[in-house]
């Protein structure tokens, strides 16, 4: 590579601006105190202030990259490095939640630390060969996957050949390929509306996307949803939106976003605690597996009609009654307690698609006073009271109902079905809606939901109280 045109400088960090382009952060389109917050969230500025302090400034192979990009002097490579000096040579920057983070240099070494030394490059393009070529195989923090990934659908939006794409990254082209189409489907994530704490999560440049991103190479998964996207990462257009909406936010928040009391994520890339990532699909994702069979139906083949005598008149067809897509028509005998005759009048008559928490909490209390209603009427209510003590709750009923030795049901079948239900994803969903922190539940979730909670409800109700 041709260095003539690189120049030797020394810069004041207050003068420099930080790159909204940093491949390290999703940062397009912040202002330089939003990238500065950023920066100490996600890429350890306050640990990296202390250890200048501590060294008394810049190491000096530690050279900055700089350019004049829109007439302002922009940091190239070492944006953590500038962010730093900018906030210890002046704390008026340092963002409110990291005061008591960020150390404070004294007199003499904010003097030093005026000029530092930098190299000029030419251009962003020049620049970038030499940036990738330092995160890809020096010792210096490297880039996350993520990092990576956006690098390279950047470097291609610039209209960059993917060869030298893949050479700056010590990469070949087809794994650039792949870099850029999981950047496209990761960026489909981040526009499905999410709360401030859950975008915080998706947006941290450590996030480890694989086992979100996994299932769309997996050959197995691939056989059950299709191609839901293209070679690229975009959207395959013959699949319904919301459909697909719904099954990237369910398994999103699955392989993403750790759960409040673990810690860990639901979905890895060997599957969940409960089985395969094919059985996750199966069990979590049969709205999109059945869109897929719809794509894939053959066409049905008319023949030519032929000429026929016009039929009499019919009387007009009554209304086609809309489907029951949650508990639009569910109804108990007025016989049972009466708590479960008014929680059924509520869920049957609440717009789920309009009150989509209200009728989560609806359904779970629903399941909750049916099953206790049950025990009472079993005469089992006493041997559960003392199996669960103080954790008196859904999960204790189910826990209690779901053993066989119990003998709770009648029939084995309610009992493998409220078993099934207790081991599945979509009770933690249900769960989530009281416990967790991230207790938000969509229409699509509860759809989920229902096939499960209504078929043990209407089984206890038919076949137990009849």
Same mark, same amino acid.
């Given at each position: 590579?041709?260095?003539?045109?690189?120049?030797?400088?020394?810069?004041?960090?207050?003068?420099?601006?930080?790159?909204?382009?940093?491949?390290?952060?999703?940062?397009?389109?912040?202002?330089?105190? &939003?990238?500065?917050?950023?920066?100490?969230?996600?890429?350890?500025?306050?640990?990296?202030?202390?250890?200048?302090?501590?060294?008394?400034?810049?190491?000096?192979?530690?050279?900055?990259?700089?350019?004049?990009?829109?007439?302002?002097?922009?940091?190239?490579?070492?944006?953590?490095?500038?962010?730093?000096?900018?906030?210890?040579?002046?704390?008026?920057?340092?963002?409110?939640?990291?005061?008591?983070?960020?150390p404070r240099a004294d007199g003499d070494?904010?003097?030093?630390?005026?000029?530092?030394?930098?190299?000029?490059?030419?251009?962003?393009?020049?620049?970038?060969?030499?940036?990738?070529?330092?995160?890809?195989?020096?010792?210096?923090?490297?880039?996350?996957?993520?990092?990576?990934?956006?690098?390279?659908?950047?470097?291609? &939006?610039?209209?960059?050949?993917?060869?030298q794409i893949a050479d700056d990254l010590?990469?070949?082209?087809?794994?650039?390929?792949?870099?850029?189409?999981?950047?496209?489907?990761?960026?489909?994530?981040?526009?499905?509306?999410?709360?401030?704490?859950?975008?915080?999560?998706?947006?941290?440049?450590?996030?480890?996307?694989?086992?979100?991103?996994?299932?769309?190479?997996?050959?197995?998964?691939?056989?059950?949803?299709?191609?839901?996207?293209?070679?690229?990462?975009?959207?395959?257009?013959?699949?319904?939106?919301?459909?697909?909406?719904?099954?990237?936010?369910?398994?999103?928040?699955?392989?993403?976003?750790?759960?409040?009391?673990?810690?860990?994520?639901?979905?890895?890339?060997?599957?969940?605690?409960?089985?395969?990532?094919?059985?996750?699909?199966?069990?979590?994702?049969?709205?999109?597996?059945?869109?897929?069979?719809?794509?894939?139906?053959?066409?049905?083949?008319?023949?030519?009609?032929?000429?026929?005598?016009?039929?009499?008149?019919?009387?007009?067809?009554?209304?086609?009654?809309?489907?029951?897509?949650?508990?639009?028509?569910?109804?108990?005998?007025?016989?049972?307690?009466?708590?479960?005759?008014?929680?059924?009048?509520?869920?049957?008559?609440?717009?789920?698609?309009?009150?989509?928490?209200?009728?989560?909490?609806?359904?779970?209390?629903?399941?909750?006073?049916?099953?206790?209603?049950?025990?009472?009427?079993?005469?089992?209510?006493?041997?559960?009271?003392?199996?669960?003590?103080?954790?008196d709750g859904l999960a204790s009923l189910?826990?209690?109902?779901?053993?066989?030795?119990?003998?709770?049901?009648?029939?084995?079948?309610?009992?493998?079905?409220?078993?099934?239900?207790?081991?599945?994803?979509?009770?933690?969903?249900?769960?989530?809606?009281?416990?967790?922190?991230?207790?938000?539940?969509?229409?699509?979730?509860?759809?989920?939901?229902?096939?499960?909670?209504?078929?043990?409800?209407?089984?206890?109700?038919?076949?137990?109280?009849?």
């Amino acid at each position: 590579m041709d260095f003539s045109d690189w120049q030797q400088t020394a810069v004041n960090p207050l003068a420099v601006q930080l790159d909204d382009e940093n491949p390290r952060i999703a940062a397009k389109g912040l202002d330089q105190a &939003e990238i500065r917050e950023l920066l100490l969230e996600h890429e350890g500025v306050a640990d990296l202030a202390h250890k200048i302090i501590k060294a008394g400034g810049l190491f000096p192979h530690d050279l900055l990259i700089v350019g004049t990009l829109a007439e302002r002097l922009t940091v190239l490579e070492g944006n953590r490095r500038i962010a730093a000096l900018q906030m210890l040579l002046d704390p008026s920057l340092i963002p409110d939640a990291f005061r008591d983070k960020v150390p404070r240099a004294d007199g003499d070494l904010r003097q030093r630390l005026q000029a530092v030394p930098a190299v000029l490059a030419p251009d962003r393009g020049a620049a970038d060969h030499v940036i990738a070529r330092i995160h890809a195989f020096s010792a210096r923090k490297g880039w996350s996957p993520l990092a990576k990934y956006r690098y390279a659908h950047s470097r291609r &939006e610039e209209k960059e050949s993917l060869p030298q794409i893949a050479d700056d990254l010590g990469s070949d082209v087809s794994e650039v390929r792949k870099f850029i189409r999981r950047y496209n489907i990761y960026r489909e994530v981040l526009t499905l509306g999410w709360s401030d704490e859950e975008e915080a999560v998706l947006r941290g440049d450590e996030l480890p996307v694989t086992p979100f991103l996994y299932p769309f190479e997996r050959t197995p998964v691939r056989a059950l949803i299709g191609d839901v996207f293209d070679a690229e990462g975009h959207r395959n257009p013959k699949y319904n939106r919301d459909t697909v909406n719904a099954s990237l936010k369910k398994l999103a928040r699955d392989a993403l976003i750790p759960e409040t009391l673990t810690g860990r994520s639901v979905l890895s890339t060997r599957g969940t605690g409960e089985g395969s990532i094919e059985l996750y699909f199966q069990q979590n994702h049969q709205e999109l597996i059945a869109e897929r069979t719809r794509i894939d139906a053959p066409v049905p083949q008319t023949p030519p009609s032929q000429p026929s005598p016009t039929p009499p008149r019919l009387p007009p067809r009554p209304p086609a009654r809309k489907p029951n897509e949650f508990f639009e028509s569910f109804s108990v005998p007025k016989t049972v307690d009466q708590r479960i005759v008014t929680i059924t009048y509520e869920i049957s008559r609440l717009d789920y698609k309009k009150f989509p928490i209200a009728a989560g909490m609806l359904l779970r209390a629903l399941l909750e006073e049916t099953l206790r209603e049950h025990l009472k009427l079993k005469d089992k209510w006493d041997s559960y009271k003392k199996e669960a003590g103080a954790h008196d709750g859904l999960a204790s009923l189910i826990s209690f109902c779901a053993v066989k030795s119990n003998r709770v049901f009648s029939d084995h079948k309610t009992t493998d079905a409220l078993t099934r239900f207790h081991s599945s994803p979509v009770k933690r969903d249900l769960d989530n809606i009281v416990h967790n922190r991230y207790g938000l539940i969509r229409k699509e979730g509860l759809i989920l939901i229902k096939p499960y909670v209504r078929g043990i409800i209407e089984s206890v109700i038919r076949d137990e109280w009849s």
